[in-house]
């Protein structure tokens, strides 16, 4: 089964047990009660570190504790990269662009919340742009925060990883490595969310859940999760975005975690086509534009 291990640097965290997204969103909502200056995240795939990014941009912005509102103008505009205080660059990005931007760097945010500067591909930055970014983060910059994403921390420089939070992030790094069968199931799944049809029959027939099975739809609902939490540019068919309103995709998300819980007690966790059953129908009646 695919885990999260959420790693403090140089210090691995226990591993072996089950964890699925919400421990590390559970982490990253304790981080933000005293956000480090600099947090780098590695593991998984591209799209899920920059989820995760936006994800800490929401909790640092949005006024709501531990969870973002997603209805917010903060929220909202993080979704559309839009907000006024987050910066997202991309790719390999120029010492003369770092040196430009310390003076924004320099400045309090506009609003109350953090400025929020991601460097989506960290380990692009070349011994230049790294070392220009080291003189940023050793100076104090109050409002600011900053999010180094990479595959692997070694790809960065040490320097900088040392003088951040690093949380490791060991989802699926390609399409191919998820699995097929409860991919199938969980496209299933979201289509009967979406027309009301397709799902008992499947879900009826005796042993044809097991709890791995399971396991692997709610995590593959997690991921999508983020991704919708992200907006309609990082969502992918068949998506979430658009399907639930924003207390539709905070119930699915706490429910979710109580399916991942029931699935996981022991000795004997709850039957899985029940849990995925009671998943299906408890997320139908909140399909957005009904009453939940
Ligand atoms: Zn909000």
């Known amino acids: ?8 640097h140089g210090h691995p965290a226990a591993t072996g047990a089950p964890a699925g997204q919400g421990r590390l969103l559970e982490r990253l909502a304790v981080l933000s009660q005293s956000p480090p200056q600099s947090l780098v995240l590695e593991g ?13 941009a929401m909790l640092l912005n949005c006024g709501a504790q531990r969870r973002p509102c997603l209805s917010c103008r903060s929220c909202r ?29 320099g400045q309090p945010p506009s609003g ?9 591909q960290a380990q692009d930055l070349n011994a230049h742009s790294a070392n220009a970014l080291l003189k940023s983060l050793e100076e104090p910059r109050p409002g600011n925060v900053f999010v180094l994403l990479a595959p692997q921390r070694e ?5 900088l990883v040392s003088r951040s939070f690093v949380l490791t992030l060991a989802w699926p790094d ?30 009826s027939v005796k042993g ?34 658009g399907l639930f309103d924003a207390r539709g995709l905070r119930r699915l998300d706490l429910m979710l975690t109580e399916a991942q819980e ?11 086509a029940l849990v995925l059953d009671w998943l299906a129908a408890g997320m139908a009646v909140h399909r957005a534009g009904r009453p939940g």
């Open 112 to 120: 109350p919340g953090c400025r929020v500067t991601v460097f989506s």
């Open 262 to 272: 029931a699935l996981n007690i022991q000795p004997s966790p709850v039957n899985p």
């Open 44 to 56: 998984g795939d591209a799209e899920s570190r920059l989820a995760a990014a936006m994800h800490w």
């Open 77 to 105: 505009q993080i979704a559309d990269r839009v907000f006024r205080d987050l910066l997202v660059f991309e790719g390999a990005v120029g010492v003369d662009t770092v040196r430009e931007t310390r003076g924004v760097w």
């Open 208 to 241: 044809g859940v097991d709890r791995d099975l399971a396991l692997g739809v709610v995590l593959s609902c997690q991921r999508r999760l983020v991704r919708a939490l992200c907006g309609p540019a990082a969502d992918q068919p068949p998506g979430l975005y």
């Open 155 to 159: 790809r960065l420089l040490e320097t």
């Open 174 to 203: 390609s399409a191919g490595r998820e699995d097929p069968e409860a991919e199938d199931w969980t496209s299933a799944l979201i289509g009967f969310w979406r027309t009301g049809q397709g799902w008992f029959e499947r879900t």
């Open 1 to 8: 089964m695919d885990t999260i291990e959420v790693l403090n």
